[in-house]
């Protein structure tokens, strides 16, 4: 069995930052790509960064310059710093990985439950 918890969500003030962890557990064998995905209020699911096992990364045009995905391989972790945070990256924060565990032989993408993450003065 493969879990994915969030955490570090809250409520920030516009220009603040946070820290978003997703960590893995379970009888896990290898996680290839690992991302992060947002849903405000009304809205459909966003990508906001992926990063690969290798450590490449990408990110959608509204994060950029503003959010760091990273990860800790050891720690089967990925992370997202936000700074200069905005009153509409006001959304809940899920994280997914591509995970292939001890007990499949097939890579299947997991998500975590969401964490909230609300920016307002």
């Known amino acids: 069995q493969v879990q994915l918890v969030e955490s570090g969500g809250g409520w920030v003030q516009p220009g603040g930052s946070l820290r978003l962890s997703c960590a893995a557990s379970?009888?896990?064998?290898?996680?290839?790509?690992m991302g992060w995905y947002r849903q405000a209020p009304g809205k459909q699911r966003e990508l906001v960064a992926t990063?690969?096992?290798?450590?490449?990364?990408n990110y959608s045009d509204s994060v950029k310059g503003r959010f760091t995905i990273s990860r800790d391989n050891a720690k089967n972790t990925a992370y997202l710093q936000m700074n200069s945070l905005k009153p509409e990256d006001t959304a809940v924060y899920y994280c997914?990985?591509?995970?292939?565990?001890?007990?499949?032989?097939?890579?299947?993408?997991?998500w975590g439950q969401g964490t909230q993450v609300t920016v307002s003065s």
């Open positions: 379970g009888s896990i064998f290898r996680i290839n790509g």
């Open positions: 990063i690969t096992s290798y450590g490449s990364t």
């Open positions: 997914n990985g591509e995970i292939r565990s001890y007990s499949s032989y097939t890579t299947i993408t997991y």
